[in-house]
């Protein structure tokens, strides 16, 4: 088994910027598991599933044609969705919303288990998502759980969407935060929660170079890298 470094925490807080620059620094692979559970919901619209029928969504988790394809230094990670390039389409805030309605379903969260965890078969692997300490690799050596107050996420958010050019109001984007944590902490299943023995880091007044360091400095105290 790998070394895995686990980080979970709510949308928004930083985590899928400090795994990239984790895994780029330590040679780790990255498993980007909400990429799962938005290609999911993309995959149950075209193929006509309702978001609470549970046992086609297990049955389409199981039999969806994913592949990642590395992208350019910079450039984020293609995602190929039954041979089609779904990219931009994946982190649309309305993708997440969707992945976040077909999360919650035990019988797809079981269909996604052995995916993720085949991913720390060779090497090191950061994974990114809500359960990764608590129930995916839930012996993980390091699990970090990444948070940051909503408004400073929201902010964070409306950068990030107007860079691409997505056209965002700031109120709207609170509200899709909030009801976005409320749907991931409020499930019964795998609620979004920090393992007993996660390390908790609060970025709201921090850059995202000083909770890598941070981050850093404490693999390198747990002697993991
Ligand atoms: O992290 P990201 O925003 O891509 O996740 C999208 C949604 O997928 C989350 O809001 C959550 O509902 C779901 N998710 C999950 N378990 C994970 C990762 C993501 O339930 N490990």
């Known amino acids: 088994m790998s070394v895995v470094i686990a980080v979970d925490g709510p949308s928004g807080a930083g985590k899928g910027t400090l795994c990239v620059k984790l895994a780029?620094?330590?040679g780790?692979?990255?498993?980007?598991?909400g990429a799962l559970y938005r290609i999911l919901g993309l995959a149950s619209v075209d193929a006509g599933v309702a978001v609470d029928d549970e046992p086609a969504l297990a049955e389409l988790a199981k039999t969806i044609d994913v592949d990642f394809v590395p992208g350019e230094p910079g450039e984020p990670v293609g995602v190929m969705l039954n041979g089609i390039d779904v990219t931009s389409k994946v982190r649309l805030e309305s993708?997440?919303?969707?992945?976040?309605?077909v999360a919650p379903h035990p019988m797809v969260r079981a269909a996604l288990l052995e995916t993720q965890r085949s991913f720390a078969q060779k090497g090191g692997l950061v994974a990114d998502g809500r359960d990764m300490g608590t129930?995916?690799?839930?012996?993980?050596?390091l699990k970090i759980f990444l948070t940051a107050s909503a408004q400073a996420r929201a902010e964070r958010r409306l950068l990030q969407l107007q860079s691409k050019g997505e056209d965002v109001?700031?109120?709207?984007?609170l509200d899709e935060i909030e009801a976005r944590d409320a749907r991931d902490m409020g499930r019964a299943e795998s609620p979004l929660r920090p393992a007993d023995d996660a390390w908790q880091l609060d970025s709201t007044t921090k850059s995202i170079d000083e909770v890598f360091a941070e981050v850093m400095a404490e693999a390198q105290r747990r002697q993991l890298v």
């Open 95 to 101: 993708t997440g919303a969707l992945a976040s309605k």
């Open 135 to 141: 129930v995916v690799f839930n012996d993980a050596p």
């Open 24 to 26: 780029k620094a330590l």
């Open 169 to 173: 109001n700031f109120a709207t984007l």
């Open 28 to 33: 780790f692979s990255l498993l980007d598991s």
